[in-house]
């Protein structure tokens, strides 16, 4: 796609990409909801389909005075919501590829990205394994962090989506303290923390009880942070959290995916957002998936995650802009 005529609005408001995700997800349902709470605050591009918003039933009439970048690439022919096909995985790379293009042009300032299906592209041929690492491939990031928060708490990820019997090997020095460097960065310049404080939760139960339990704390994780500035632990990972959540710390080092989603989850669910540190711009997401189970019922889907990735990026890429 060209995007020669696409003119970069010349506004002081923040000018989001907005990508529809799986067309056949709750994408386009959350898109619709979420921007009617957030018209106004920024220049929205919205980037999908067209005629699968429609075919949500919800009124769009305002979406008259969003920019709409129309890629038409979803069949007519027998679409139905909570289907997982490739069509559907291509089509939802495609609005990512033109987010991207989007960003070179400056056209936009930031994406948020709705939940795409990873069987769904890999069906299509695309060997990732979600935003995350693609677009790090597409921008030759190296160091990226995934962050994930709500408006109680903030996690780092060392590891990602990896089964949970190789993050023990894949730790090591260096990949924890480049983590924490662009954290504690990433804090500073996206969030406006002056001087962050970071608490790093042990991988074992009880952080290993001095190596009663495992060797990982006192043979990786201590000598990583020994001696950085503003940076605490490793602690067991409940206590982490406990004093994270009583506001003890800015944000946790956590060692896999899932300590820190079942915190996020229990604490504040619908109001969750992954943001991916290390890019040359902001992107943040949702912190749920394609529902597909309830992608045909508008009526029970909930749109607060993506309201919240929406102000996410709108706040960090104001911040940005001042650091």
Same mark, same amino acid.
């Given at each position: 796609?060209?995007?020669?005529?696409?003119?970069?609005?010349?506004?002081?408001?923040?000018?989001?990409?907005?990508?529809?995700?799986?067309?056949?997800?709750?994408?386009?349902?959350?898109?619709?909801?979420?921007?009617?709470?957030?018209?106004?605050?920024?220049?929205?591009?919205?980037?999908?389909?067209?005629?699968?918003?429609?075919?949500?039933?919800?009124?769009?009439?305002?979406?008259?005075?969003?920019?709409?970048?129309? $890629? #038409?690439?979803?069949?007519?022919? %027998?679409?139905?919501? *909570? =289907?997982?096909? &490739?069509?559907?995985? /291509?089509?939802? +790379?495609?609005?990512?590829?033109?987010?991207?293009?989007?960003?070179?042009?400056?056209?936009?300032?930031?994406?948020?990205?709705?939940?795409?299906?990873?069987?769904?592209?890999?069906?299509?041929?695309?060997?990732?394994?979600?935003?995350?690492?693609?677009?790090?491939?597409?921008?030759?990031?190296?160091?990226?962090?995934?962050?994930?928060?709500?408006?109680?708490?903030?996690?780092?990820?060392?590891?990602?989506?990896?089964?949970?019997?190789?993050?023990?090997?894949?730790?090591?020095?260096?990949?924890?303290?480049?983590?924490?460097?662009?954290?504690?960065?990433?804090?500073?310049?996206?969030?406006?923390?002056?001087?962050?404080?970071?608490?790093?939760?042990? $991988? #074992?139960?009880?952080?290993?009880? %001095?190596?009663?339990? *495992? =060797?990982?704390? &006192?043979?990786?994780? /201590?000598?990583? +942070?020994?001696?950085?500035?503003?940076?605490?632990?490793?602690?067991?990972?409940?206590?982490?959290?406990?004093?994270?959540?009583?506001?003890?710390?800015?944000?946790?080092?956590?060692?896999?995916?899932?300590?820190?989603?079942?915190?996020?989850?229990?604490?504040?669910?619908?109001?969750?957002?992954?943001?991916?540190?290390?890019?040359?711009?902001?992107?943040?997401?949702?912190?749920?998936?394609?529902?597909?189970?309830?992608?045909?019922?508008?009526?029970?889907?909930?749109?607060?995650?993506?309201?919240?990735?929406?102000?996410?990026?709108?706040?960090?890429?104001?911040?940005?802009?001042?650091?």
């Amino acid at each position: 796609m060209s995007l020669k005529n696409n003119p970069t609005l010349k506004s002081r408001k923040v000018r989001v990409g907005i990508t529809l995700g799986d067309p056949s997800g709750i994408g386009p349902v959350v898109i619709l909801k979420a921007l009617k709470e957030v018209f106004g605050l920024a220049e929205f591009y919205v980037i999908g389909d067209r005629w699968v918003l429609n075919k949500t039933g919800l009124e769009n009439s305002f979406c008259e005075k969003i920019n709409f970048i129309d $890629l #038409n690439n979803v069949s007519r022919k %027998n679409f139905r919501f *909570g =289907k997982i096909l &490739s069509e559907y995985g /291509k089509a939802s +790379v495609e609005y990512l590829n033109t987010s991207l293009e989007l960003i070179d042009s400056a056209s936009i300032d930031c994406i948020v990205t709705a939940p795409i299906s990873k069987e769904a592209v890999n069906l299509a041929g695309y060997k990732i394994s979600g935003h995350t690492e693609y677009f790090a491939k597409k921008t030759n990031s190296k160091n990226i962090v995934m962050m994930l928060l709500n408006d109680k708490l903030k996690f780092s990820l060392l590891t990602r989506h990896i089964p949970l019997k190789d993050v023990s090997r894949v730790l090591n020095g260096k990949i924890i303290k480049d983590n924490i460097l662009l954290v504690r960065d990433s804090l500073k310049k996206l969030f406006g923390i002056n001087d962050p404080r970071l608490v790093v939760c042990g $991988l #074992n139960p009880h952080a290993s009880d %001095n190596g009663l339990i *495992g =060797k990982e704390e &006192s043979n990786i994780i /201590k000598p990583a +942070v020994r001696a950085m500035h503003g940076v605490f632990g490793p602690i067991s990972a409940d206590i982490a959290i406990a004093k994270l959540l009583d506001k003890q710390y800015d944000c946790a080092i956590a060692m896999y995916h899932d300590q820190a989603l079942i915190a996020l989850k229990i604490t504040q669910a619908q109001r969750g957002v992954n943001i991916t540190l290390g890019l040359p711009f902001v992107r943040t997401s949702p912190l749920h998936g394609t529902a597909f189970d309830i992608a045909k019922n508008p009526a029970v889907i909930n749109p607060s995650s993506m309201i919240q990735a929406i102000r996410t990026a709108i706040l960090c890429t104001i911040n940005q802009k001042k650091a």
